[in-house]
């Protein structure tokens, strides 16, 4: 039975909007597009507020003076309007980008690097004739890639070891093809949600 | 016609095939099946054998916009930790995951379906800002990281927090996100520095990139979108969404896979033409 739900029908609207720019671009979608663009940013600036209430301010309230710093380090990034006084936001960003790079190293080094190495390191010949034939591919692919990005000796691109980097360029135009292929995979099955709502939700048609 | 144009297919027309493929299995399903996946099983694994009040702490980090693919897969293992009665500890390190929270739960329905109760089997936290700044804060000092839940109450006064201060309290890291930052963080923050046992889901578009972590043991499982989703429903015997919309990926796939043939066939034949 179809829905009798004002918000599944605001949905479904919503939803038939922005799935007509694939015919054609429009008023219809341009409406949908900027209403999505207006409420995601007033939840952003709702959720900003209520997270500097919540986690800086709430302290500050509560006698913890050192919660100052933030709220400062915070104002610092607004001085990138000023026209004298630009220069002081670059403390704020130094602060951020700091901390960031300080906190994703630490675990980046293990996870990025070693393991990583290890794993393309490893032995060759793996429990299954399978896992043997992928560690021989991981292995030749890795090396041949590795050499598509040597600038620095002109013979390896052009003389009797070219084959190296060529075979290098089509292990990575593989990749970049199974990446496009899910990409392509997570568009429709992020789309056939909101199929699955427009038959199911509003219109009746799908058994819950 | 030359063999050229068939790389020329009308915008209208190929959206037409998917939104009519997309539409005919759902209303009369094909029932093909998701065969089950070592990462999907691993995920499962690493949920099924924790003994009951062991905790998981389960991250929200997607939006509206991740929900079609990565809402099903939440449910299916937000279910499977309720069956088993785990205390999970629910954030969102993604602004939208809030907001994504009910809608969650308005499926899992904890308290009708497996007695659960909220502050004392589950917790949601909220929105906690800073991407790894918040995962490191979490796992470090969860109390002060978020001292009170998504309702604004003092985690302090909920008794299932009352044991769970840090990351030596929690068994399982599980996530579900659309951002790259976040899938990274989780092995950064929870796998590299306190060796917790970290799951992790994602869009299958990010698969490619983020897979390796899998492959070396960083994540303990790993489920590849809407497929991985459908995977744990038929893991935990009740399907969902996820399941309901496998035909239409595997339809959809193969037209996608025909108009990859297509396109060739005309840059071939457009390129045979140009020689002669």
Same mark, same amino acid.
């Given at each position: 039975m179809i829905a009798t739900d004002i918000s599944i029908w605001i949905a479904?609207?919503?939803?038939?909007?922005?799935?007509?720019?694939?015919?054609?671009?429009?008023?219809?979608?341009?409406?949908?597009?900027?209403?999505?663009?207006?409420?995601?940013?007033?939840?952003?600036?709702?959720?900003?507020?209520?997270?500097?209430k919540k986690y800086g301010w709430s302290h500050l309230k509560g006698g913890?003076?050192?919660?100052?710093?933030?709220?400062?380090?915070g104002v610092l990034l607004y001085f990138r309007y000023h026209p004298t006084y630009y220069w002081l936001y670059r403390y704020g960003i130094a602060f951020l980008v700091g901390q960031g790079i300080g906190l994703s190293m630490r675990g980046m080094v293990h996870t990025d690097f070693i393991k990583q190495i290890a794993a393309t390191a490893g032995p060759l010949v793996a429990e299954t004739a399978l896992g043997t034939l992928n560690t021989i591919i991981i292995f030749i692919l890795t090396i041949t890639s590795l050499t598509h990005f040597i600038f620095t000796v002109k013979q390896v691109h052009i003389g009797t070891m070219s084959w190296l980097p060529k075979i290098g360029r089509y292990g990575m135009l593989l990749a970049f093809g199974a990446a496009f292929g899910n990409t392509v995979m997570t568009r429709f099955s992020q789309y056939q949600g909101r199929m699955l709502f427009l038959l199911r939700d509003w219109l009746g048609i799908v058994a819950p | 016609? +030359?063999?050229?144009? @068939?790389?020329?297919?009308?915008?209208?027309? *190929?959206? &037409?095939?998917?939104?009519?493929?997309?539409?005919?299995?759902?209303?009369?399903?094909?029932g093909i099946l998701p065969v089950i996946s070592e990462s999907t099983m691993d995920y499962y694994n690493a949920i099924d054998q924790l003994k009951p009040g062991d905790v998981v702490l389960f991250d929200i980090g997607f939006g509206s916009g991740g929900y079609p693919t990565l809402g099903p897969a939440s449910i299916a293992i937000l279910r499977h930790c309720f069956s088993k009665d785990l205390k999970v500890v629910i954030m969102a390190t993604q602004q939208e995951g809030a907001v994504i929270y009910p809608l969650i739960m308005d499926k899992v329905k904890p308290e009708e379906v497996y007695g659960?109760?909220? +502050?004392?089997?589950? @917790?949601?936290?909220?929105?906690?800002?800073? *991407?790894? &700044?918040?995962?490191?804060?979490?796992?470090?000092?969860?109390?002060?990281?978020?001292?009170?839940?998504?309702?604004?109450?003092?985690?302090?006064?909920?008794?299932?927090?009352?044991?769970?201060?840090?990351?030596?309290?929690?068994?399982?890291?599980?996530?579900?996100?659309?951002?790259?930052?976040?899938?990274?963080?989780?092995?950064?923050?929870a796998y590299s520095r306190y060796k917790k046992t970290t799951c992790g889901g994602w869009l299958s578009m990010m698969t490619p990139s983020l897979k390796p972590y899998y492959d070396t043991g960083a994540l303990t499982g790993m489920l590849d979108g809407i497929r991985g989703a459908a995977e744990y429903e038929k893991l935990i015997g009740e399907p969902g969404d996820a399941m309901k919309t496998t035909d239409i990926l595997n339809l959809t796939q193969l037209w996608v896979l025909i108009l990859v043939i297509l396109g060739n066939i005309a840059f071939f034949a457009a390129r045979g033409k140009e020689v002669s």
């Open positions: 479904a609207f919503f939803t038939i909007a922005a799935t007509s720019y694939v015919f054609k671009d429009n008023i219809i979608f341009k409406f949908a597009e900027y209403t999505f663009i207006g409420v995601a940013a007033g939840h952003a600036l709702v959720m900003g507020v209520e997270n500097v913890e003076i050192i919660y100052i710093i933030p709220f400062i380090v | 016609m +030359g063999l050229e144009k @068939v790389g020329a297919l009308p915008r209208w027309l *190929v959206m &037409t095939i998917v939104v009519v493929l997309m539409a005919i299995p759902l209303i009369k399903p094909l659960a109760k909220y +502050g004392e089997d589950y @917790v949601f936290l909220g929105y906690i800002a800073g *991407v790894q &700044t918040a995962m490191a804060a979490v796992l470090g000092d969860l109390h002060s990281a978020a001292p009170v839940d998504y309702t604004g109450k003092s985690i302090d006064t909920l008794p299932m927090m009352a044991n769970i201060k840090n990351a030596d309290d929690i068994d399982v890291v599980a996530y579900l996100t659309t951002a790259g930052e976040i899938a990274e963080g989780w092995v950064y923050q």
